[in-house]
């Protein structure tokens, strides 16, 4: 073998071995949330990507507020869809989607009153 082809050999494995994964979320961010809910009802764990992209990689609402202030717990009291209900209730206790405001539960949570904490331990 001639020295090009060596190093055109050599380049070609060192690419295929340095390549950027295909989605952060796959392998940090998707498993982080999992775990975080490893309890988390069939229809949202189905949802996969859908949970924070509208078209990977582009996020939706509630996968902007992951990647600005954190992890799901820490986001649970925010509504990312401005449905009126936080994240915590749509994904702990509705099964419905933190991302979509069309998909929420019956009671809209306001933390501010005592009707609106007791929702939450339904």
């Given at each position: 073998m001639t020295r090009t082809r060596i190093a055109a050999v050599a380049l070609a494995g060192c690419?295929?071995?340095t390549r950027p994964p295909t989605a952060a979320a796959d392998t940090g961010l998707r498993n982080a949330w999992r775990a975080d809910y490893p309890d988390v009802c069939a229809p949202l764990y189905?949802?996969?990507?859908?949970?924070?992209?509208?078209?990977?990689?582009?996020?939706?609402a509630y996968g902007d507020d992951?990647?600005?202030?954190?992890?799901?717990?820490?986001?649970?009291?925010?509504d990312s869809d401005g449905d009126g209900y936080t994240n915590g209730q749509e994904?702990?206790?509705?099964?419905?989607n933190p991302a979509d405001a069309g998909d929420h539960g019956v009671v809209p949570v306001d933390a501010a009153t005592w009707s609106g904490i007791k929702v939450l331990f339904r």
């Open positions: 690419m295929l071995l189905d949802l996969n990507c859908a949970v924070c992209h509208t078209s990977v990689p582009a996020l939706n992951i990647l600005a202030f954190g992890d799901g717990p820490g986001i649970e009291g925010l994904i702990l206790v509705d099964c419905t």
